[in-house]
């Protein structure tokens, strides 16, 4: 994805605990912005044989994280399989070849590690936070775990009702219900618009065959990227790789290697209307950026200057985004966040908010007023442009606040651009924002263009698209 | 819910929203029964109790609606069931592949789509207007009031030397044949000696035919034609004398007999008005 100050990826596993590590700085009382920038232990990359990129940063600490990103997700599901990729994630952790579950539970919970996993529409991770010392044992257990997964018939059967379960759970997130809807409008007709999880009927008729299908033609050398960050050692983790992945296939059956077609952007809207629920979830969004687009850092920038909000921010009327300001001023809405879900040759450019009923009007006027035209297309000015870039910056340091973000930023930017990019070269794209940038690339992406709408709750005073369309231009300019 | 479809025994397969199959160590796994189609079986004459549930006897089978009278009632069982309908036959051919970008084509398709709406209002605001007018103006003069503000007049009616009178707009029009004679007269005349002086060519447009309102400029009379001392008119009222070019040369009367607008259809008609 999207190094955007709102991180909107489908994350799909289970056991995701995020433990805080912090960067220790050896014997200096203080380091400057410019001198950490520059500091940073550089991202070495290697290649095997077979295609496998194999990616680490050593930072020195006792602990690490050790991980196999995947380029394979959604998108390359088709209709019939669509979920493949969530339920193979939780038949991922039911044992191997080698181990079955409990041995590999007990393997797994005897270094105190954690094992966890992800995947989202086009990237898939498995990963394990272990002490740097038990590396090898952690990179012998992913590799079974991608390599030689058992996919018992029963372990099937029975997950199926555990995915069906958390179908059912997750319908009470309407923000995840609601942006999963705005893909399935906006990218309808393509493989986009499918949703991480898979309907209902996947997960009741997805058989082994169908499992093993879906790995043998996605998990593939040159699309997977071993990556490490926290005490790890180049040297010995690529000899680990060639020792346990370097039988990874990268050969694909009758030579069908899967291209990525584009996805076409539809601008349209979706409602799913239920009066009885208390608020409304709204998103809107243009399409935006690829990931590997130069366009991204200014929208990025645009995005920080929109911000987020929420009912408890204490800054109340003070808050330096303006749409915040006036969303306590006017009472307009509980939260709202801005978003830019980027993916390889396209992006979601939007606004997601949750308001009640009453104010579902008024927040779209001056969300679109104010998002769409005043503030970025034509009036952002000197300070707006300075404070967004400020807080970017801030944000991008501040995520990569222990080894699991690190192993994941390191995962995902090779995944999408071929190597790491170093916060020094982002720092610098960021510096190099002017607001006159910001208004040229943010008319060409949001000016007169017809959006997607996707609005969950108690709706009746959304406005029709037609009126929602009109607000994106004005006949001023 | 789960606690009610324990309680409920017989009915348990028929309460949750799944059902699976697990092998044991002695018995062989059964596959459930496939039921394939669109159509869901409902048996009507089965009792309905608190929650009935059209799921099937294992996870494989079939679509999921819950009914319920305390409990949730969907026909859906998440939002990821939704198919976003096809509306390829609503696209326009640009965008019908969804395997091309759609940027490609947006700014060719707002082109379009605005030049169709410029047009459109165009025409609009002008039909618009042609209704308006067309209601104004009907509180204006009608055609039969216009008609009768033009006179046609055949010149050929009128005798050389002789003087023909006329109603028009509610005032006489003299119309005047004059001779050779007359016209040189006419255009002899110093202007020096008129008291609203004008050449007789700017009087007339055909020298042959004098064409004036038959009010005296004095208070309003109508004078008579061939007589007075120069050849023209006289007015009886006050004694203004005109000449044969309907230009005062006695009298009281300050200025010329006023000429209206006409012009000749041909030889032999002249419109005034």
Known sequence: ?????????????????????????????????????????????????????????????????????????????????????????????????????????????SMGAHLSAYTSREHTAYYIKALSKDLPKAVELLSEVVQSCSLNEADIEQQRGVVLRELEEVESNLQEVCLDLLHATAYQGTPLGHSVLGPSSSARNLTRHDLVDYINSHYKAPRMVLAAAGGVNHEELVGLATDHLSGLSFEYEGDAVPVLSPCRFTGSEIRMRDDALPLAHIAIAVEGASAASPDIIPLMVANAIIGSYDLTYGGGKHLSSRLARLSVEENLCHSFQAFHSAYSDTGLLGIHFVTDRNNIDDMILVNTFLYYRMNLCTTVTESDVARGKNALKAALVGQLNGTTPVCDDIGRHILNYGRRIPLAEWDARIDAVTPKIVRDICSKYIYDKCPAVAAVGPIEQLSDYNRVRSAMYWLRF | MMSVAARSGAFFPYMQATAFAVPGPLKALVPGVVIKGDQILLNPKKTFLCRESLSGQSAKTGPAVTVSINGNGGVRFAHTDIRVPDFSDYRRPEVLDPNKSSQDSSEARRAFSYLLTGAATVVSIYAAKTVVTQFVSSMSASADVLAMSKIEIKLSDIPEGKNMTFKWRGKPLFVRHRTEKEIAAEAAVNLMELRDPQHDKDRVINPTWVIVLGVCTHLGCVPIANAGDFGGYYC???????????????????????VPYYEFADDDTVMVG
């Open chain 1, 1 to 109: 994805n999207n190094r955007s100050v709102f991180t909107n990826q489908n994350q799909k596993g289970f056991n995701v605990l995020l433990a805080k590590y912090s960067l220790k700085q050896r014997g200096q009382a203080s380091v400057s912005y410019a001198q950490s920038l520059l500091g940073a232990p550089e991202t070495r990359l290697t290649a095997l044989d077979n295609g496998l990129r194999i990616a680490s940063e050593e930072t020195g600490q006792a602990t690490c994280t050790v991980g196999l990103w995947i380029s394979v997700g959604s998108r390359y599901e088709r209709e019939k399989n669509n979920g493949a990729g969530f339920f193979l994630e939780h038949m991922a952790f039911k044992g191997t070849k080698k181990h079955p579950q409990s041995a590999l539970e007990q393997q797994v919970e």
């Open chain 2, 236 to 258: 009886p009222c006050h004694g203004s004398h005109y000449d044969a070019s309907g230009r005062i040369r006695k009298g009281p009367a300050p200025l010329n007999l006023e």
